[in-house]
């Protein structure tokens, strides 16, 4: 703390007893509302669960495509397929390169998604479906491994672990633009065209003839 | 139990009157799916100069509904979901059907509804909102906690951003509530995060917060540091009861003009960090692929759109003569200033009413009166907001964006009004 002037004692001594009359509990520090807990170091471990994409918070594990064949076979692949592929309407995993500049882009984990600490950040997080958080990290570790290996991104035997997520190389690591160029579309500046405009009016589709959209039963 | 029975009554398909009071009462809740009951033609026995039985009789008694329910006539008034869509339903979405509301507030039990690991339920005992990363004290605060914080009371929409996401390569749901109704408007009760913030300190570092929800999704974005001092707000109160489970009961977080994904339900965990942290939902999901593969990433804000309620395929033109034209507009970069309204297909535009209040980053409300002959109608709105931008057309956007960015689709829509009266959902070309 500086050294206080006199008037700067005052103001100390003021806001201090202020801080006393509306608190009326411990005395704060810098806090201005003094509400809630300080959290400790084993409550924030339990729930900080993020992985960063350059590694940061992937927990201390490993594991191969190797070994990951069989949880993938128990847990993952009643939805997404003994091959990544997906079934009905779950998403396939693996797949799908060189489709994304096409007319059906298949945006699968391997295809699409930047990093692979995604893969394992999200999985563990959310996956299984209905049984979050089930999994050991070295099982996410495992099914990841497996994931990559599905997408030809590493070999069956190479370990992923806390020390090299944050640098395997995703196919499409530099397929994102940045920052977002909207709006995109400004043709009038606010002025737009209010009669007689040049405009087709020629029905081209009805979402009647598609015929997809649910009836009240 | 009780949805039982009640499913029991609307399953009948033929029930008089009488019956149908006694059923509902009788359960103390009365939602019946009644589009059967609105379909019929007036009863003249309860017509002038006859007197109709609810003249006569007492009704229900003050204790028959401790929490009201809509009148039994508006049972069509509902969340609907489009089951194609998704493969479960826990992870879905349903909509809101804007084309039975009027003014700006959507009721608490009609806001749109996603979720990605279904709803979770939460004691509010057991609510904590942990503060981790690059502040001065990492802190847990219960829901007691922020309701002793200053408080903020703001009118904002939510919208998804993938409404109308179903329309980018032609029409395809003949519904304003499929095509529009993933966005709803409350007025949210809460604590802004600059106020909270002044409680755990910030490190000079921090630039991104990972905002993460508690659900079994463990919903996760990243939002720059900006927006959260901005305006961001932590809330538990919606139009002045606290939130709805499926809305993130007992808090969730309000990021004010920017996609409804981010607006974290049932959040727990606000990490400060110095990088994004790119999760799941922010590159495999909600990032806008183009015509050359690449795709647009954080791309947050929801630009201005609107839509004409009524008429729409689910409201057609029953009579000629007089009509009120009514609609919705909006905008994430503020207030809206201006809608137009043209009833040939974008040829000629009537600037159409606004209602107020006109708020930033809130529904807005426009009417147009107009005269129905008979004749065939292409009716449009174009929304303009305040930074000046204006409403897109599909074509517009097509051009930039091509059709598969499934996101951020804001165009003009067209309702095609047939002489009988019937409105469908078309595209012009």
Known sequence: MERLTMSGLVKFILSFSLIIFFANTTIASDRKFNLGQIATIEEVAGWDIDVRPDGLGAPIGSGTAFSGEEIYAEVCAACHGDFGEGADRWPPLAGGEGTLASHDPEKTSTSYWPYASTIFDYIYRAMPYGEAQSLSYDETYEIVAYILYMGDIIEEDFVLSDKNIGQIEMPNRDGFILPDPRPDIMNTHGDPCMSNCKVSTKIIGKARDIDVTPEDE | ?429
């Not at chain 2, 002038?48 to 204790?63: F, H, K, R």
């Not at chain 2, 996101?407 to 012009?428: C, E, F, M, P, Q």
């Open chain 2, 1 to 429: 139990m009780k949805k039982n029975k009640k499913n029991e009554v609307a399953k009948s398909k033929k029930f008089n009157r009488r019956d149908l009071i006694i059923g509902a009462s009788s359960i103390g809740a009365i939602s019946l799916a009644s589009k059967n009951v609105l379909s019929e033609e007036a009863n003249p026995e309860n017509l002038p100069p006859n007197l109709p039985e609810w003249t006569q009789y007492l009704g229900d008694g003050v204790d028959i509904n401790p929490y009201g329910m809509p009148s039994e006539f508006e049972g069509h008034v509902i969340r609907r979901n489009v089951e194609w869509l998704t493969a479960s339903a826990e992870s879905s979405v349903n909509f809101t059907p804007l084309q039975d509301l009027e003014g700006i507030v959507t009721p608490n039990g009609l806001c749109f509804e996603r979720h990605h690991g279904g709803v979770a339920v939460i004691n509010p005992q057991d609510f904590r909102l942990m503060i981790n990363g690059l502040v001065d004290r990492e802190m847990i605060f219960t829901l007691d906690d922020l309701k002793r914080f200053p408080q903020t009371n703001k009118f904002y929409f939510l919208e998804c951003a993938a409404n109308g996401g179903m329309e980018w390569r032609g029409s395809q749901l003949n519904g304003c509530q499929y095509t529009f109704g993933m966005v709803h408007n409350v007025q949210y009760t809460g604590v802004k995060l600059s106020d909270l913030i002044l409680e755990t300190g910030l490190k000079e570092k921090a630039k991104w917060v990972l905002a993460e929800g508690s659900d079994s999704s463990g919903m996760t974005r990243s939002i720059p540091i900006e927006k959260i001092l901005d305006d961001c707000i932590i809330a538990w109160a919606m139009n002045g009861e606290a939130l709805r489970p499926e809305q993130g009961y007992p808090a969730r977080l309000v990021v004010p003009g920017w996609e409804g994904n981010m607006w974290v339900k049932w959040i727990r965990r606000l990490e400060f960090g110095d990088k994004p942290y790119l999760t799941r939902e922010e590159t495999s999901k909600y990032t806008d692929l183009l015509t050359n593969g690449k795709a647009r990433m954080f791309t947050w804000v929801m630009d201005a759109k609107s839509v004409i309620t009524s008429p729409s395929p689910e409201k057609p033109i029953l009579s000629k003569g007089l009509h009120q034209l009514r609609g919705l507009a909006w905008s994430g970069r503020g207030k809206i200033k201006r809608v137009d309204v043209s009833i040939d297909g974008g040829k000629n535009w009537k600037t159409a009413q606004l209602h107020s209040p006109v708020l930033s980053k809130s529904l807005t409300r426009f009417t147009l009166p107009f005269e129905w002959n008979g004749e065939e109608l292409l009716l449009q709105s174009r929304a303009i907001d305040e930074t000046n931008y204006v409403q897109p057309t599909i074509d517009e956007l097509q051009k930039i964006r091509g059709v598969n960015s499934i996101y951020h689709n804001n165009s003009i829509a067209t309702w095609l009004v047939s002489k009988n009266g019937k409105v469908d959902n078309v595209r012009l070309g």
